[in-house]
């Protein structure tokens, strides 16, 4: 987070990976540039001994929180989010690759 000027690296969020609500992950260029972080929320059910957990992407934020809006992120992004079979929530972050995608921007 520090790196890319956002909050991820601050107390709260460690301790949310730490107990396991929570992952952090950092999309990076062919260069191994940080690109795009996600913060990715994680539910545990647990029902008749078996327990299931449910990954769902809260934010995708680049350098100083902006929001992802090039295509080739946006892509990188959604390859991502499907490789990794995460769950999303109707978010701005995410409305703005969609509309990058659609409209093919950069």
Sequence with gaps: GKNMGHCVGGLSYFDAVQRGDTEVYSLRDAKGEPR???EVDVQRHTAFGK????????????????????????????????????????????????????????
């Design 36 to 38: 795009v972080t996600l």
């Design 51 to 106: 327990t299931t957990v449910n990954k769902t992407v809260v934010q995708a934020k680049q350098r100083a929180n902006t929001l992802p809006k090039k295509r080739a992120v946006c892509e990188r992004l959604n390859e991502f989010i499907d490789e990794a079979e995460l769950a999303l929530v109707s978010n701005a972050d995410l409305r703005h690759c969609e509309e990058a995608l659609l409209r093919g921007w950069g």
